[in-house]
T-cell receptor, first 111, second 109 residues
Framework: NAGVTQTPKFQVLKTGQSMTLQCAQD?????MYWYRQDPGMGLRLIYY???????DKGEVPNGYNVSRLNKREFSLRLESAAPSQTSVYFC??????????FGQGTRLTVV | DAKTTQPNSMESNEEEPVHLPCNHS???????IHWYRQLPSQGPEYVIH???SNVNNRMASLAIAEDRKSSTLILHRATLRDAAVYYC??????????FGTGTRLKVLA
């Protein structure tokens, strides 16, 4: 039982490059989330998926796209990376009325 | 969505109780109050949650005001390993799980 697994753990991109952050959970949770955390700041919600087949914008969705591939997997795509997207990205899954579980994060640097 | 207000930082001595406050004056009757903490260089981890009654678990206690407009996370005996950022979140059932800025707890040896 791995919980929430994020790949990769570290990534360096050049401005304008694209990449996809992968997230998978094995807890059969319906809801999944992507957050970003800038140095010294709290977590900000980028996108979330309440259930398979649905996605919604969070607080800071600009510059990102998401795909809920199936119940287990929720990916985050940066189409044209910018230095302002340098951050630590966390994926989470949640069962309503219970608790959320977080991955260990992806540390992304855009140069 | 109900907003939360927490102090930016607090300090506590080791082995003493810590009371971390959270204001959520716009909370609705069916909204749950959740607490998470984030240790350095880690993802957030669940601490406790409740609706109306006070709650206890092995990590902490949650005291909820009678009008539900505020709550307090209680760590009964702080240890150095409890130094973290503590987040109070209101779950309104909309699936939009918003974190605030949290309270950075410093534990003094």
């Amino acid at each position: 039982n791995a919980g929430v697994t994020q790949t990769p753990k570290f990534q360096v991109l050049k401005t304008g490059q694209s990449m996809t952050l992968q997230c998978a959970q094995d807890m059969n949770h319906n809801s999944m989330y992507w957050y970003r955390q800038d140095p010294g700041m709290g977590l900000r919600l980028i996108y979330y998926s309440a259930s398979e087949g649905t996605t919604d914008k969070g607080e800071v969705p600009n510059g990102y796209n998401v795909s809920r591939l199936n119940k287990r997997e929720f990916s985050l795509r940066l189409e044209s990376a910018a230095p302002s997207q340098t951050s630590v990205y966390f994926c989470a899954s949640y069962r309503v009325g219970a608790e959320a579980f977080f991955g260990q994060g992806t540390r992304l640097t855009v140069v | 969505d109900a907003k939360t207000t927490q102090p930016n930082s607090m300090e506590s001595n080791e082995e003493e109780p810590v009371h971390l406050p959270c204001n959520h004056s716009t909370i609705s009757g069916t909204d749950y109050i959740h607490w998470y903490r984030q240790l350095p260089s880690q993802g957030p981890e669940y601490v406790i949650h409740g609706l109306t009654s006070n709650v206890n678990n092995r990590m902490a206690s949650l005291a909820i005001a009678e009008d539900r407009k505020s709550s307090t996370l209680i760590l009964h005996r702080a240890t150095l390993r409890d130094a973290a950022v503590y987040y109070c979140i209101i779950d309104s059932g909309t699936y939009k799980y918003i974190f605030g800025t949290g309270t950075r707890l410093k534990v003094l040896a």
